[in-house]
């Protein structure tokens, strides 16, 4: 079946431009993920949405970021005003979510964010 | 908090040969997932093995096994037999098995020569 899909695959902005990145997780996955990869860096987990229950945005770097989910479908994250610093490869991934903690996560192509 | 070390930012193997990539980590759980994530160029995460603290038996995927040392916290990817495919970052991850985040190492890349 489909993977995981994120659009657009890259992006270039000005600085102080918002920007939206969208992510399309497997179908039936409950859980979804944002990371951020910084340049020669392993990924930095941004947030968490599980089904209906509240997100866990504990890795928001800046109330800059934001992410919306509806249900258990397509995910959007939005970076406000944006700075040279948030250039960098945002993944998302998404999962099942097994009772026993078994599952694993399955990630997207990324979007490269660069800001000029 | 719990944090991934891989110490290696870059190894080079000898195609066919066999390579070692380390990685430690530090937590303060006794159960939990270790996994070794391979990312080409392609930027796309590709999981390559995955370990259950719980378990002693080393995990093997073909090629790929792992050496899991629990008290030692350490955690280290044998490839053997390298492969052109091989080469691309690898990382290393950690999650509680309860936990709903991963938490990765800088990552090691793995170049391989012909």
């Known amino acids: 079946g489909a993977g995981v899909s994120q659009s657009p695959s890259n992006k270039v902005t000005e600085k102080g431009k918002d920007v939206e990145l969208r992510c399309d997780p497997i179908?039936?996955?409950?859980?979804l993920y944002w990371y951020r990869q910084r340049l020669g860096q392993g990924l930095e987990f941004l947030i968490y949405?599980?089904?209906?229950?509240?997100?866990?945005k504990s890795g928001l770097p800046s109330d800059r970021f934001s992410a919306e989910r509806t249900g258990e479908s397509v995910s959007t994250l939005t970076i406000q005003r944006t700075q040279q610093e948030d250039s960098a490869v945002y993944l998302c991934?998404?999962?099942?979510?097994?009772?026993?903690?078994?599952?694993?996560?399955?990630f997207g192509p990324g979007t490269r964010l660069t800001v000029t | 908090a719990q944090t991934v070390t891989q110490s290696q930012p870059e190894m080079s193997v000898q195609e066919a040969e066999t390579v070692t990539l380390s990685c430690t980590y530090d937590?303060?759980?006794?159960?939990?997932?270790l996994f070794w994530y391979k990312q080409p160029p392609s930027r796309q995460m590709i999981l390559v093995i995955r370990?259950?603290?719980?378990?002693?038996q080393n995990a093997t995927e073909n090629r790929f096994s792992v050496n899991f040392q629990k008290a030692a916290k350490s955690f280290s990817l044998k490839i053997s037999d390298s492969q052109l495919g091989d080469a691309a970052m690898y990382f290393c991850?950690?999650?509680?098995?309860?936990?709903?985040?991963?938490?990765f190492g800088a990552g090691t890349i793995l170049r391989v020569k012909s």
């Open positions: 949405f599980q089904g209906n229950s509240a997100p866990d």
């Open positions: 991850a950690y999650r509680p098995r309860y936990g709903n985040k991963l938490v």
């Open positions: 370990q259950e603290a719980y378990k002693q």
């Open positions: 937590t303060s759980e006794s159960d939990y997932y």
């Open positions: 179908s039936g996955h409950t859980a």
């Open positions: 991934a998404s999962s099942l979510v097994v009772l026993a903690g078994g599952y694993e996560q399955y």
